[in-house]
Each structure stands twice: as C-alpha cells, then as structure tokens.
C-alpha cells in the first residue's frame, strides 16, 4: 500500500517528517482493524490513493466513529494526572525530535 501523495500530504501538514511518519505508521495500524471495520477501510482508502485527506475531513460517512473516538480521547486527557500529562507531552517532544521517550 504505497502512496506518495499521501506521504507528501502528511509532510505538508505536519511540516514534521516524524510527525508524518507516525500519522502514517497510524493509519498503517488502524488498516489492521485495530480500531474497528470503519477505520480500517478509511485507513485502506488512504493508504491506496482511493482517497485524500480532505476528502476524508469532509465526509459525514466517517463524522460518528471520528467524534466517538474523539470523545474516548478527552475522557483520558481528563483523567490524566498533572505528572502523566507532562509525562506524555515530554515524551510527544522526545519522539518528534528524534529521541527515544523517557521511562
């Protein structure tokens, strides 16, 4: 599944070439079915070119299970503690600059 448009997609709108690469290593994931039969066929239609990103952001097919997983996604932020939120952005950090997170 190699799509060169979509990997200069993912550059562009990180501006982060391991930003791009985790979005996609993500996608990658999800066309698995990690997260369920509708993503997995979003992340197939991305990774084989039969869809773009703008299309995907403006599709109402995909609009319940994005806001459901976007839901899931607060709740944890909410939960977390002050330590594990800097926790994970020092991490995010670490891993966008190239360098393995701290334990």
């Known amino acids: 599944m190699e799509n ?3 990997d200069d997609e993912l550059e562009r709108l990180t501006r ?11 996608l990658e994931r999800l ?3 990690e997260n369920g039969p509708v993503f997995s ?4 239609d991305l990774l ?3 869809i773009d990103l ?13 806001g459901a997983a976007y839901a899931d996604f607060e709740r944890w932020q909410e939960n977390l503690s002050d330590e ?15 360098d393995p997170p701290q334990k």
Do not use: C, H, W
């Open 16 to 26: 982060n070439p391991r930003a791009a690469r985790g979005l996609k290593d993500g």
């Open 4 to 6: 060169n448009s979509l």
């Open 54 to 66: 703008r299309s995907v952001a403006q599709s109402s097919a995909y609009g319940r299970e994005f």
């Open 31 to 33: 066309a698995r079915g």
């Open 48 to 50: 084989s070119g039969r």
């Open 84 to 98: 594990e939120r800097q926790k994970t952005l020092r991490d995010v950090k670490s891993i966008l600059d190239g």
């Open 41 to 44: 066929e979003m992340a197939k």
